[in-house]
């Protein structure tokens, strides 16, 4: 389990806080989704909890352990980070998702961690990619090999930066659907901020808005309704249901 409590950071020490007691807790095996408008936190949030940056305020937990206090290396391996801007440099796909076994092995990769490649590209169906360039490939099939050396670190909990930013339709459901499977089959929690709040909803067990720094609402699906989404993001929308399924429209297309 994740619990972030009250967490406090700034940039500048004397400037205004961007994290001003921001607190969320997140089960193993559920997906969270951090919504919000730029600038609201998220991927402060993000930094503080991979120990890019250092709270000034508050605690980091995962499964009752300390993470401000984690050695890097031991943190790698419980937490792996897909960006969204993914850079792998002149490398196969086979190496570059070896590159997610560096906490584990350092300098030089044993055969443990050779097998370990191996499981996963036949577990995401990858095989046929494994002597590929990676620069070749397209911006969802990138997305599924940033996953992949991600699943090498073995990690408890995935943080995802918008994950689907810069890919076409088809290739968000794809990162999607391979995320929420990873999620229920390997009991792993997700962390991830979004846009779409349509894809949230699809995506997403448990919800976090943010505002000013704060985690003002969480909860399941149903903390999402119009009068929440009216605070958060200054704007006027319409849920309604179709196919047994929320959707939430925008209520100024409605309106013209």
């Given at each position: 389990?994740?619990?972030?409590?009250?967490?406090?950071?700034?940039?500048?020490?004397?400037?205004?806080?961007?994290?001003?007691?921001?607190?969320?807790?997140?089960?193993?095996?559920?997906?969270?989704?951090?919504l919000?408008?730029?600038?609201?936190?998220?991927?402060?949030?993000?930094?503080?909890?991979?120990?890019?940056?250092?709270?000034?305020?508050?605690?980091?937990?995962f499964?009752?352990e300390n993470?401000l206090k984690?050695p890097?290396?031991?943190?790698?391996?419980?937490?792996?980070?897909?960006?969204?801007?993914?850079?792998?440099?002149?490398?196969?796909?086979?190496?570059?998702?070896?590159?997610?076994?560096?906490?584990?092995?350092?300098?030089?990769?044993?055969?443990?961690?050779?097998?370990?490649?191996?499981?996963?590209?036949?577990?995401?169906?990858?095989?046929?990619?494994?002597?590929?360039?990676?620069?070749?490939?397209?911006?969802?099939?990138?997305?599924?090999?940033?996953?992949?050396?991600?699943?090498?670190?073995?990690?408890?909990?995935?943080?995802?930066?918008?994950?689907t930013?810069?890919?076409?339709?088809?290739?968000?459901?794809?990162?999607?659907?391979?995320?929420?499977?990873?999620?229920?089959?390997?009991?792993?929690?997700?962390l991830?901020?979004?846009?779409?709040?349509?894809?949230?909803?699809?995506?997403?067990?448990?919800?976090?808005?943010?505002?000013?720094?704060?985690?003002?609402?969480?909860?399941?699906?149903?903390?999402?309704?119009?009068?929440?989404?009216?605070?958060?993001?200054?704007?006027?929308?319409?849920?309604?249901?179709?196919?047994?399924?929320?959707?939430?429209?925008?209520?100024?297309?409605?309106?013209?």
């Amino acid at each position: 389990m994740l619990t972030c409590e009250n967490l406090t950071f700034r940039y500048d020490r004397s400037g205004l806080p961007v994290l001003n007691g921001a607190s969320l807790e997140l089960k193993q095996g559920e997906i969270g989704i951090l919504l919000g408008k730029n600038g609201s936190g998220k991927t402060t949030l993000f930094k503080n909890i991979l120990g890019l940056n250092k709270p000034s305020g508050g605690a980091i937990r995962f499964d009752g352990e300390n993470l401000l206090k984690m050695p890097r290396r031991e943190r790698a391996r419980r937490i792996a980070y897909v960006p969204q801007d993914i850079r792998f440099g002149a490398l196969s796909v086979f190496d570059s998702i070896l590159m997610g076994r560096v906490s584990y092995f350092g300098l030089k990769a044993s055969p443990e961690d050779y097998t370990a490649v191996e499981k996963i590209l036949r577990d995401m169906h990858l095989e046929s990619y494994a002597q590929r360039n990676v620069d070749e490939l397209s911006g969802g099939e990138r997305q599924k090999i940033a996953i992949a050396r991600a699943m090498a670190q073995e990690p408890r909990l995935m943080v995802f930066d918008e994950p689907t930013g810069n890919l076409d339709i088809a290739n968000e459901q794809l990162i999607i659907e391979e995320a929420k499977k990873l999620a229920r089959e390997k009991n792993i929690s997700i962390l991830s901020s979004l846009h779409d709040l349509n894809q949230a909803m699809y995506f997403g067990d448990k919800f976090f808005f943010l505002k000013n720094g704060v985690v003002k609402y969480a909860g399941g699906k149903e903390i999402i309704t119009e009068e929440v989404i009216r605070d958060i993001f200054d704007i006027d929308v319409k849920i309604t249901e179709i196919d047994n399924r929320k959707v939430i429209l925008n209520g100024n297309l409605l309106a013209s």
